[in-house]
């Protein structure tokens, strides 16, 4: 969120983050500041929207808003969300279709693709490593890193530790800062995100803007062009062998098209194109012309 509020700083535009646990305290510190706007980010404080002052939107970031299966628990959130009045900026297609499926109002749902500043990441047309890979991203039995481990040694993990099948002396570079993030993905020929759930993973643009290609579940791959050479998309039942050899020509084919990638991840994820469009939704809406 820090990068949004910079950039819409950046356009002239004063913005307030509320983070604070205490439901009423959050009430009455938004309606204090008396916002044009209310840009809520935490699923679970929906509730609060009918006592905010200022027209407002809400965005979910639950990672199985697409598989009814997987979301136990979790049914009642997703019923305020789509039951409530207010705008649902949705971080893909494919949530915005659960969500309307669920109740949403159709005209009250907008697919919004939150944007990567792209100064940030060092590009690098010939990659450090030509022939491995990089899987960045908290270590987590959803994101079976513990799996990747066992077939392939030519994948580093970047991550804090939160699965205990994952072995931390094989691969493992540790936490990454977010300067190791911005000077290190661009070292690496790809990048592989093999989860059963994700809404729309920032990990994803950040790789293409630094020139990596992508190897990714079919749930990890909202708002891509699958068809582009340099994306391979897997069933998270994909078989070890069939995973290693997609992994490894997918290397193959993207060191040679560094350029197309970062242009693709410039074009369709840039952090400047990406604010234009939140803040003409944003002012589209206050005007009531939305």
């Not at 659960?98 to 919004?112: I, Q, S």
């Not at 290190?184 to 994803?204: C, H, I, M, R, W």
């Not at 293409?208 to 391979?232: M, Q, T």
């Amino acid at each position: 969120m820090w990068n949004l509020k910079c950039e819409l700083e950046n356009h002239g535009h004063e913005v307030l983050i509320v983070n604070t646990k205490d439901l009423r305290k959050a009430i009455n510190d938004t309606n204090a500041w008396r916002p044009d706007f209310v840009h809520l980010h935490y699923d679970e404080y929906a509730d609060i929207m009918p006592y905010i002052s200022a027209p407002g939107a809400m965005t979910s970031h639950y990672p199985y808003l697409d598989y009814p299966s997987k979301r136990a628990g979790y049914e009642w959130i997703f019923h305020k969300f789509a039951q409530n009045h207010s705008y649902i900026f949705s971080l893909s297609d494919r949530n915005s279709y659960h969500f309307r499926d669920f109740g949403a109002h159709p005209e009250l749902v907008w697919d919004w693709i939150y944007g990567i500043p792209p100064d940030e990441f060092k590009f690098d047309e010939t990659p450090t490593y030509p022939d491995r890979t990089i899987c960045l991203g908290k270590i987590e039995p959803r994101k079976f890193q513990f799996f990747l481990q066992s077939i392939s040694d030519n994948i580093d993990f970047a991550g804090p530790l939160a699965d205990s099948r994952f072995s931390t002396s094989k691969n493992h570079l540790g936490t990454w800062t977010r300067d190791q993030v911005h000077n290190g993905l661009t070292k690496y020929a790809n990048l592989v995100l093999f989860s059963d759930g994700e809404a729309a993973p920032q990990v994803v643009p950040e790789a293409l803007i630094a020139g990596c290609g992508l190897v990714l579940s079919e749930e990890a791959a909202a708002n891509l062009d699958i068809g582009l050479p340099f994306i391979d998309v897997v069933k998270t039942d994909c078989s070890p062998d069939i995973l290693v050899n997609i992994i490894k020509e997918n290397r193959a084919r993207s060191i040679t098209m560094r350029k197309q990638i970062r242009e693709y991840g410039l074009t369709h994820f840039g952090m400047p194109s990406c604010t234009k469009l939140y803040i003409e939704k944003i002012e589209s809406i206050i005007t009531g012309n939305s």
